[in-house]
């Protein structure tokens, strides 16, 4: 069974920092394509960014670019979302999520395939951000 586990949500003011966390066990974490998605009060839950299996490529939602970065650590099955200038919208539970899915993963907007939450098949249970202004 793969257990996916967040940390790292908290409350910060508008242009402040964090850094989030999930530790994934399980199958092997290297095998994964990682990503991390987010929900507001109401909505849907959104592609953030997402990383390749290797950490190679990378890709960012427009409303984060140049100020989220995804990493990962393979040595450690951890993946990474360093969040900076956090603005009030930035507001939402954050999720990592992991796919099993053979499909080559590409940088930037030229594919969407793993921005669609359907396409991930392991999830965390959320952590929290908001940004206050």
């Known amino acids: 069974q793969v257990q996916l586990v967040e940390s790292g949500g908290g409350l910060v003011q508008a242009g402040g920092s964090l850094r989030l966390s999930c530790v994934t066990s399980?199958?092997?974490?290297?095998?994964?394509?990682m990503g991390w998605f987010r929900q507001a009060p109401g909505k849907d839950r959104l592609f953030v960014a997402g990383?390749?299996?290797?950490?190679?490529?990378?890709k960012h939602d427009d409303s984060v670019k140049d100020r989220f970065t995804i990493s990962r650590d393979n040595a450690k099955n951890t993946v990474y979302l360093f969040m900076n200038d956090l603005k009030p919208e930035d507001t939402a539970v954050y999720y990592c999520?992991?796919?099993?899915?053979?499909?080559?993963?590409?940088?930037?907007?030229?594919?969407?395939?793993?921005?669609?939450?359907?396409?991930?098949?392991?999830w965390g249970q959320g952590t929290q951000v908001t940004v206050s202004s």
């Open positions: 990383i390749s299996r290797s950490g190679d490529h990378t």
């Open positions: 999520a992991a796919s099993t899915r053979a499909r080559v993963f590409l940088s930037g907007g030229s594919d969407p395939y793993y921005t669609e939450p359907s396409h991930y098949d392991y």
């Open positions: 399980g199958r092997t974490f290297s095998t994964y394509h």
